[in-house]
Each structure stands twice: as C-alpha cells, then as structure tokens.
C-alpha cells in the first residue's frame, strides 16, 4: 500500500510564494511517474503537473506554466511543487498522486494512489 502525504499549504497573499510537498512511502517510488492536482469548491479536479519517474520530463496546465515548477527527490521519496506568483485562482485543495501506467498522464483516471490533500489560499 502507498500513502502520499502533502504539507506545506497556506494562506498566502496574491504574488507570493509556497512549496508543496508530498512524502510517500513504499520502495517503489522511484518507478512511478507522480502529479500534482487542485479542486476548487465547486469544480472538478483538475491537472496542475507531472513528473516522469527520472524527473527528466515535466508537464505543466497552461494556467501555471512560468509560474510552477514540480521537481522530486527520488532518494528522499519526495516530490515538490515550487508555486510562485500566486493568483487568488490558484486556491483550491492541491493533492499529488501515484501514475500507474508509470507514462506521465494528466487526466485522474491514470493515478491509483492520492494524498488527502492540502489547502492553498490566495488572497487578492
């Protein structure tokens, strides 16, 4: 079984800065491509980035592009999602999780194991 567990959430003024973090566990973690996610009260979940298994590859939403940067540290079972410039649209739950298909997918149904998430808020 793998548990993800994100920190590192808050309040934040518009403009500012937060580093997300998620720690899994399970010594496989290294094999898996990870993502990070955000759902916003009353909208469906949405993609934010990904990272290929090596953190060779990142893909990013158009709505974060230049603004959010996912990395990881496959020694520490620790993936990171660096976001700056923060806008009040950007508040919502960030979760991250596990891509079973080991590709790097942006959709929900490519990811098995998800953390409980964490709160971001931005304000104007």
């Known amino acids: 079984q793998v548990q993800l567990v994100e920190s590192g959430g808050g309040l934040v003024q518009a403009g500012g800065s937060l580093r997300l973090s998620c720690a899994a566990s399970?010594?496989?973690?290294?094999?898996?491509?990870m993502g990070w996610f955000r759902q916003a009260p009353g909208k469906e979940r949405e993609f934010v980035a990904a990272?290929?298994?090596?953190?060779?590859?990142?893909y990013y939403a158009d709505s974060v592009k230049g603004r959010f940067t996912i990395s990881r540290d496959n020694a520490r079972n620790t993936v990171y999602l660096q976001m700056n410039s923060l806008k009040p649209e950007d508040t919502a739950v960030y979760y991250c999780?596990?891509?079973?298909?080991?590709?790097?997918?942006?959709?929900?149904?490519?990811?098995?194991?998800w953390g409980q998430g964490t709160q971001v808020t931005v304000s104007s």
């Open positions: 990272i290929s298994w090596s953190g060779g590859n990142t």
């Open positions: 399970g010594r496989t973690f290294s094999s898996y491509a």
């Open positions: 999780a596990r891509d079973y298909t080991r590709g790097v997918a942006t959709t929900t149904g490519n990811y098995d194991f």
